[in-house]
DNA sequence: ATGAAAGCGCTAACAA
DNA sequence: TTGTTAGCGCTTTCAT
């Protein structure tokens, strides 16, 4: 069992001061050949490695990012996680989670434990309460992202896909295949994702000289979007709707369920069906579904590049919001307008 | 923008010493209930919070838990590190995150990394080379339990499900449901779920008199599995297996849309396909697979418990190795031997 | 370019 | 119970 090296054993080893070994594991240090040679040959010998947490300390600097994320049930999430921790780690950074569901104690606790970790920086993620964190950490000094969520009105930087355009997308998409009576079913209305994709989606409805005829609110969660599914379609033939846009694939998939296991429906033939964010499973053949794509990769991007602007710059960073436009991948769960080709996804 | 408060400003305010306010927020310390209230009400009026780094640095106990994860597109996987890191954030530590997966650097690099942190455990999930990594924490101190994976050799803490157990009771259900040309589609050998998995099935499967028929690997893939399973499937009626056992969810997914939707053979009518793991898909009526379920609540607080064991006691906690029986849920994607019910699943 | 010295914010003996 | 005193392992002036 290696014992704990330090860097004054390395010093003693290679018959230097210290600070010179600090230096040599410094980026932009100023050492002498002789001095690097002698230094990276004790520690090599040694098997040392610099202490993250004794730098931190001095430097103030963690390298430590700390994502607070709500639930990974939607597997968007997963995979943004997955990215998100990749690219940071490129960075020499790395991704302390802090969990934020229900069962872990309130917010607040967590905000608490996020501070004392002296994070460099926040990135919030499907997290109930986001303004308030937010608001809260830049209070103290440490930036924040706001990824996949977004607020209007204060000065936070956050990443999104373009949720009104993409919402507007869908209903064109659906208004192009002539469908005549089309439902909505919603996520939780205290996300920006699910506000933003109804007024896009009613938006071009209206313009389309349509608005939708049956309204039901998923949550975001599965068991509610089936609730939903069975109230709104559950009805005599005529009263139905023939295309339901649902705010997001993780619940579309429970509707296209409750359609077509307990309701006996056909998708498309008798109701089309549009998700969004393409997370894996919508390109499974049992679900095919059409749906808008969250395109993880920019938003990753572009997510750590405001981080490290505001790490950068302590002050005068400033705040953006992004929206990165997704776009519709046309499957096999709505009906296709004539002259739209279908769309051959390699999954 | 809040400043940073330390323990000195607070016991300034207070009127005591700077080691009163450590002892204020240190749990098993003995200090006056003036004393207590005093700082208590100083470091509210400041804001103050102790800084996580700091202690760790003089008591050597960071906190932290590293969580080396491969990839995250197994389901199963999210939903573990969802519990883990709750369970983990009741006792008071965060999970660290660090993916070895292929785009990240070598797995030597990740190592490096999570030793520099100090990290109090190390928890590895799907991770190749696990065994190395594993030992070179072991050699540093560092605790380790491998969670969902094991180690023959070495005494290496791991906690799984009962792998040779749930191999054996596919095969004896399969048995009698009276099917008489078996297949199997493997995961990746090197991990020793898939070798203990095929292990146990082969064994039931020849005490009831058969032997596999056909035998694919499919790597734990999407991709691979499919091709696995055309190259099983896509045969003349005669030799083509009337069921099969694929090793995990995430792969059967894969296999029943082959099946269903490239080769036109219904499941269970033509095919009865079994899978393993339970990943919250596995319930959704599309793929109603019936699986093996690994009970991922009970593999996480044997998992933590493990870790804390040997955190806690520095060298005399001994190794184990956990195997959780999990049940077979029984659903609609293997033909029911007589006299089985069928299991509704609440999902 | 290098060493000496001063802390970063905290805990842990040690006295009192 | 409390205050005083050392450091934890490192970065960073400041001299040299």
């Known amino acids: 069992m290696a014992e704990k090296v330090t860097s004054l054993q390395v010093a003693q080893r290679a018959g230097v001061s210290q600070s010179a070994v600090s230096r040599v594991f410094t980026p932009g240090a100023s050492v002498s050949q002789k001095t690097q040679d002698k230094v990276r040959k004790a520690a090599a010998e040694l098997g040392y490695r610099p202490n993250v947490l004794a730098r931190a300390m001095v430097s103030g600097k963690s390298r430590i990012i700390g994502l607070v994320v709500g639930y990974l049930d939607n597997y968007f999430y997963p995979?943004?996680?997955?990215?998100?921790?990749?690219?940071?780690?490129?960075?020499?950074y790395h991704v302390l989670i802090f969990m934020a569901s229900r069962s872990a104690g309130n917010i607040d606790t967590v905000m608490e434990e996020i501070l004392d970790y002296q994070v460099d920086?926040?990135?919030?993620?499907?997290?109930?309460?986001?303004?308030?964190?937010a608001t809260?950490?830049?209070?103290?000094?440490?930036?924040?992202?706001?990824f996949n969520r977004s607020q209007d009105a204060d000065g936070i930087t956050s990443v999104t896909s373009d949720n009104y355009a993409g919402g507007r997308k869908v209903a064109e998409?659906?208004?192009?295949?002539?469908?005549?009576?089309?439902?909505?079913?919603?996520?939780w209305q205290g996300a920006s994702t699910q506000r933003d994709r109804e007024t896009g989606f009613r938006a071009a409805l209206r313009e389309g000289g349509q608005d939708i005829v049956a309204h039901g609110t998923g949550e975001?969660?599965?068991?509610?979007?089936?609730?939903?599914?069975?109230?709104?379609?559950?009805?005599?033939?005529?009263?139905?709707p023939d295309a339901v846009f649902v705010a997001n694939d993780h619940m579309a998939f429970a509707v296209m369920d409750v359609l077509r296991f307990e309701l006996g429906l056909r998708v498309p033939e008798d109701v089309s069906v549009v998700g969004y964010d393409d997370?894996?499973?919508?390109?499974?053949?049992?679900?095919?579904?059409?749906?808008?794509?969250?395109?993880?990769?920019?938003?990753?991007?572009?997510?750590?590049?405001?981080?490290?602007?505001h790490i950068d710059s302590p002050s005068n960073a400033t705040p953006r919001k992004v929206a990165i436009d997704g776009p519709l991948i046309v499957r096999g769960s709505a009906r296709l307008p004539a002259g739209w080709a279908l769309q051959r996804t390699v999954t």
Chains 1, 2 share one sequence.
Request: charged content about 20%; overall charge neutral.
């Open 121 to 133: 920086g926040v990135i919030l993620a499907s997290v109930p309460m986001s303004s308030d964190i």
């Open 79 to 92: 995979e943004a996680l997955e990215k998100l921790s990749n690219a940071l780690q490129e960075r020499g």
């Open 279 to 309: 997370v894996p499973p919508a390109a499974w053949p049992a679900y095919n579904l059409t749906t808008i794509r969250q395109r993880a990769n920019l938003m990753v991007a572009e997510t750590v590049d405001a981080l490290f602007d």
């Open 220 to 240: 975001f969660h599965t068991e509610d979007a089936r609730a939903a599914a069975r109230t709104m379609f559950d009805v005599s033939p005529d009263l139905r």
């Open 173 to 187: 998409f659906l208004l192009a295949g002539g469908h005549r009576r089309i439902g909505y079913i919603a996520g």
């Open 136 to 146: 809260r950490c830049q209070q103290a000094g440490v930036p924040v992202v706001l």
